[in-house]
């Protein structure tokens, strides 16, 4: 007998902060960004890069597929 699947209901992940973001940045100081650039990965204005928000919400909503019931993309050919 099977075990029994849980079912997982998305949930849009917290707000990543700034302050986090620079948080992040002095444990990892190998290379100093400005505040600018900061604050453009957290509220992006410039349209050069998805928002880490919009990245970790779209990361979950992957997480949870079922890849089991994902067909296999036999169709698909690189040009």
Known sequence: MKGLKRQEIYRKPK???LEVI???QESFATYNFKNNDLNEIVNPNLGVI???NDL???LESL???DLGE???ALGVFET
Do not use: E, K
Request: aromatic share 6%; hydrophobic share 40%.
């Open 50 to 52: 998805t928002g880490f």
């Open 15 to 17: 707000a990543i902060r």
């Open 22 to 24: 620079q948080s992040v």
């Open 70 to 72: 994902t067909p296999p």
């Open 63 to 65: 997480r949870l597929i």
């Open 56 to 58: 970790m919400c779209q």
